[in-house]
């Protein structure tokens, strides 16, 4: 059955290249000869169908593996519709694997018209399928088959990828050099990659759809794609008889002078998320006064009173929205005392910068303090020492080396943010868009988590999946408008219901 995907309302398993072969193999050993291919090609034809039913012409590259012999069983089905199909085979046919082989002797018999020549530049199509290569690629796409990509990138109609855009990593969602296709849709088959969701995956894939070929997995995930089911803790109706002392209480430490709108806008993020009580500590003020006079249920606390054990020890402390230098200030206590500390932003910086602030932190995990850092890629570059473009090449890696250096939880932002934790399966977040490329969204998703995590102390990671896929919803809910930080906190806190 096909399913659409993104946001996803439930965690999904994800397997990368060698785990998805291996289920490819398993389904194989189970079938019949030839049945595993016959309902790929069944469902991308579906697919292609349900997408532009109106649709004459169909143009589809076929590659010399397997992803091209899902498309000639394609191209038979369109065909025996009505279709106008052409089929552009590239590679040399008695080289085709035997299911691949058997697909093409197959569209051929039924009167496909199949050639081993791109369609010319002024021949127009309503739909064309990507059947190239899927995850028979390891390395750049060149000759033959990278001409191929081209023409598939410069037509002005739909273009369908089978499994996966061809040229595109489906353990890192990296393309393997400039030649990928650039799909409006994508339909994975058997198992969901975890490329398509992270890095430049969610770009080149366009909206993915879902076929698992009604096989059940049989190697572990990778990866997992997070759901809104995330989220489900979070939004059940408070009982009668619970009260603010219920839900924990939260310090927002940061705002250095010139920069005090970060952390206000994590210190309502934290309140609208359900946290009992809300400190905001400036590093620029003493205390004292409205925190903020458009929501005077914020509280403040002198930045230097905040770090003692007796007022750390039953709150949630977010640091370094807005700290800038200052904030290295605070961090040893911080880090010493703080039972539950989200690091963001400046407080990563000054980490990154100093190697005792980077013990003190690897350190915690032993003692039973837990943390969770929320890095853009070049913060998070800057905590592994190494430049932002190889830590977008593989994010999944990057943020499984951050959290193991460092011993804590990871969300590493972007596109597809990956949140990691040593000895758990990372997770994907299915939800967002660009929407959320505007100033101080970070600071929200940082407050966001602490207001969450307060309520539920002992589930930093599960917090940080629930702040993380929530940000996104509220997000897809309004669509691809920018959204700015103050208005992004109340589309949050709308989704509550």
């Known amino acids: 059955?096909?399913?659409?995907?993104?946001?996803?309302?439930?965690?999904?398993?994800?397997?990368?290249?060698?785990?998805?072969?291996?289920?490819?193999?398993?389904?194989?050993?189970?079938?019949?000869?030839?049945?595993?291919?016959?309902?790929?090609?069944?469902?991308?034809?579906?697919?292609?169908?349900?997408?532009?039913?109106?649709?004459?012409?169909?143009?589809?590259?076929?590659?010399?593996?397997?992803?091209?012999?899902?498309?000639?069983?394609?191209?038979?089905?369109?065909?025996?519709?009505?279709?106008?199909?052409?089929?552009?085979?590239?590679?040399?046919?008695?080289?085709?694997?035997?299911?691949?082989?058997?697909?093409?002797?197959?569209?051929?018999?039924?009167?496909?018209?199949?050639?081993?020549?791109?369609?010319?530049?002024?021949?127009?199509?309503?739909?064309?399928?990507?059947?190239?290569?899927?995850?028979?690629?390891?390395?750049?796409?060149?000759?033959?088959?990278?001409?191929?990509?081209?023409?598939?990138?410069?037509?002005?109609?739909?273009?369908?990828?089978?499994?996966?855009?061809?040229?595109?990593?489906?353990?890192?969602?990296?393309?393997?050099?400039?030649?990928?296709?650039?799909?409006?849709?994508?339909?994975?088959?058997?198992?969901?990659?975890?490329?398509?969701?992270?890095?430049?995956?969610?770009?080149?894939?366009?909206?993915?759809w879902f076929d698992d070929l009604g096989v059940e997995a049989s190697a572990p995930a990778d990866a997992q794609l997070l759901g809104r089911d995330a989220c489900t803790p979070w939004m059940q109706p408070r009982r009668h008889g619970q009260h603010k002392g219920s839900f924990g209480d939260v310090i927002v430490l940061g705002g250095a002078p010139g920069m005090g709108g970060a952390a206000l806008l994590a210190a309502r993020a934290a309140h609208a998320a359900g946290a009992g009580r809300v400190y905001l500590s400036l590093l620029d003020d003493a205390g004292g006064g409205l925190a903020d006079p458009t929501r005077p249920e914020l509280m403040t606390m002198a930045w230097r009173q905040a770090l003692v054990a007796d007022a750390l020890q039953h709150r949630t402390v977010v640091c370094g929205c807005g700290g800038g230098s200052l904030v290295a200030q605070a961090l040893p206590a911080l880090l010493a005392l703080s039972p539950r500390l989200v690091l963001d932003a400046d407080a990563l910086n000054a980490i990154a910068a100093d190697a005792s602030l980077q013990a003190l932190l690897s350190q915690r995990m032993a003692k039973g303090m837990q943390s969770v850092l929320t890095p853009h890629p070049l913060e998070a570059a800057r905590l592994l020492g190494c430049n932002t473009s190889d830590l977008q090449a593989d994010r999944l890696a990057a943020a499984d080396q951050l959290c193991r250096r460092y011993q804590c939880t990871v969300v590493l932002k972007g596109s597809g943010s990956v949140i990691a934790s040593p000895e758990c399966l990372t997770a994907i977040n299915s939800s967002g868009n660009a929407a959320l490329a505007t100033a101080?969204?970070?600071?929200?998703?940082?407050?966001?988590?602490?207001?969450?995590?307060?309520?539920?102390?002992?589930?930093?990671?599960?917090?940080?999946?629930?702040?993380?896929?929530w940000h996104g919803l509220a997000a897809d809910h309004g669509g691809h408008s920018l959204l700015r930080a103050a208005d992004l906190i109340e589309a949050m806190f709308a989704l509550r219901g």
């Open 1 to 208: 059955m096909i399913t659409p995907l993104l946001p996803s309302p439930l965690a999904r398993p994800l397997h990368g290249t060698a785990s998805s072969r291996a289920i490819e193999q398993a389904a194989l050993n189970m079938a019949a000869p030839h049945e595993l291919m016959a309902r790929a090609g069944l469902a991308s034809a579906r697919l292609a169908l349900a997408l532009a039913p109106c649709a004459k012409t169909i143009w589809i590259a076929c590659g010399p593996g397997n992803n091209g012999g899902d498309g000639l069983v394609a191209a038979r089905w369109l065909h025996g519709l009505g279709k106008q199909v052409q089929v552009s085979l590239i590679g040399d046919a008695a080289l085709l694997p035997s299911d691949a082989a058997q697909a093409l002797r197959q569209a051929q018999a039924a009167g496909v018209r199949i050639c081993g020549e791109l369609p010319a530049d002024d021949q127009s199509f309503d739909l064309a399928i990507d059947a190239l290569l899927g995850l028979g690629v390891s390395r750049a796409v060149e000759g033959s088959l990278g001409q191929a990509i081209a023409a598939l990138n410069a037509r002005l109609c739909p273009v369908l990828a089978l499994d996966i855009p061809s040229g595109l990593s489906g353990d890192t969602g990296q393309a393997f050099g400039s030649l990928v296709v650039r799909a409006q849709h994508t339909l994975a088959l058997l198992s969901l990659k975890p490329g398509l969701f992270t890095g430049s995956g969610r770009e080149l894939a366009g909206r993915i």
């Open 440 to 469: 101080g969204t970070g600071d929200v998703l940082a407050g966001w988590l602490g207001g969450l995590w307060a309520q539920a102390p002992e589930s930093g990671l599960a917090a940080a999946g629930a702040a993380c896929h």
